[in-house]
């Protein structure tokens, strides 16, 4: 029984590091691979029972090659899931990080202790666009105005406001009026209609900040993947370039910070694709229809080529650019860890202060483990840079 039982380990430690190391076939490969990694701490509890069970085995004569085999296959397992988290805590200590075990089992970022208030900030060719405001718990007589906080969130046309309100009421408690803001996602042929609306929510906030004590001189704007993509295309370009879908609410103010979570810079065909992205059949192609469909334009055409450039935040960067966070995960499917510093880089050249947080063997969207070590490195990281940015 010990030998049948440690087998079984073994065949599902094995599944678990092919899942995260080859191509995902699917989304759904993908989202599994995006848990394994983040609990990879279970996995090795799971990996050590396999060696005792294996070990065990190996008491018997007529299994002891076969405990054998086991034993080097969850061994191997074994080492292969301790590698995230030990990544992960060196990179905590680079960054003078206390991680906590406690912490690490905290659960999911898609609930939280409160509701938010909704607002309406624009209605666009009919279409209602609406906020969410997330205040700190703590409701006491405020002597200022505190920082005000645009957050972005990513996914699909299908996906709301406050995607993870644990993160919207985290920030909030970090001393941030917290507006969480819902757009038009990237309409068919229409692209601009989204960094449009996030100008728009940008002037809606500016001109209401002081409704909610907030100060309409302290705003940063944070966003995660395609949420991170308008967070830059929105502050980093000009109205010229990319105008405001309300223009009557007046020009979106210069923010004070921008922090852009796992995000593509590049939408070019310069833009270097991940070997995992590049080699999924599941995901890829699906991708390539969307930018199609994002931009109306042919691949290959030089409309395409066009569009896509306009489509990058690359094309943006100025020395006025606000300073800038770049979050990356290096084990990101989506998003390449060459183009985030390539785009770093290109901020450097034009003198944009700017700092990238890399977080090894972190998977797109890891956010939505609240307890993770990635995450754990990322609120103290982004808690900094904000309180730095935003200070009077």
């Known amino acids: 029984m010990a030998v049948v039982v440690a ?25 599994y691979a995006l848990l394994v990694l983040e609990f990879a701490l279970l996995f090795i509890a799971l990996a050590v029972l396999g060696v005792a069970l294996a070990l065990l085995g190996l008491r018997w004569s007529r299994w002891r090659r076969t405990s054998a085999t086991v034993l080097g296959v969850t ?39 409160r509701t938010p208030e909704t607002v309406r900030y624009a209605t666009v060719d009919g279409e209602d666009l609406v906020l969410d405001v997330w205040q700190p ?4 007589p405020r002597d200022e105005p505190l920082p005000a906080l645009i957050n972005i969130h990513g996914g699909a046309e299908d996906y709301p406001q406050s995607m ?9 408690d970090q001393g941030h009026v917290v507006f969480d803001i819902d757009y038009r996602f990237f309409p068919d042929g229409e692209w601009q209609s989204s960094p449009g609306d996030v100008k728009c929510a940008l002037a809606w906030v500016h001109r209401h900040a002081a409704d909610y004590g907030a100060a309409p001189d302290r705003i940063a704007v944070a966003g995660a993947s395609a949420g991170g993509l308008l967070a830059l295309l929105a502050t980093y370009s000009t109205s010229e370039q ?88 290096e084990h990101d499917v989506f998003v390449s860890t060459d183009d ?20 090894p063997w972190t998977e797109h969207m890891f ?8 995450s754990q490195v990322t609120r103290d990281v982004l808690a900094r840079f904000l309180a730095e940015r935003l200070r009077r």
């Not at 718990?137 to 006491?140: H, W």
């Not at 910070?257 to 995992?276: F, G, K, L, N």
């Open 7 to 31: 087998a079984l380990i073994a065949a599902v430690l094995a599944g678990a590091v092919v899942l995260v190391l080859l191509p995902p076939p699917s989304y759904t490969a993908w989202q």
């Open 75 to 113: 061994v191997v397992a074994l080492v292969a899931t301790l590698v995230p988290p030990v990544s992960l805590w060196t990179t905590a200590r680079h960054h003078d990080v206390s991680l906590s075990l406690p912490d690490y089992l905290a659960g999911f970022s898609d609930s939280t202790d």
């Open 137 to 140: 718990a703590d409701e006491s």
């Open 164 to 172: 993870f309100p644990r993160w919207d009421t985290w920030l909030a």
């Open 242 to 329: 990319i105008p405001s879908s309300c223009p009557e609410l007046g020009e979106p103010p210069r923010v004070g910070a921008v922090v852009a979570w796992y995000t593509a810079t590049d939408a070019t065909e310069t833009a270097v694709i991940p070997w995992r992205l590049a080699h999924s059949s599941g995901i890829g192609a699906d991708l390539e229809r969307q930018q199609e469909r994002m931009t109306g334009a042919a691949a290959g055409t030089d409309e395409a080529h066009r569009l896509n450039r306009a489509l990058s935040p690359l094309t943006y960067v100025t020395p006025q650019s606000p300073p800038t966070l770049l979050i990356q995960g």
């Open 340 to 359: 985030t510093h390539a785009f770093a880089a290109a901020l450097g050249r034009a003198g944009v202060e700017h700092r990238v947080l890399s977080l």
């Open 367 to 374: 956010d939505l483990n609240w307890g993770g070590f990635a």
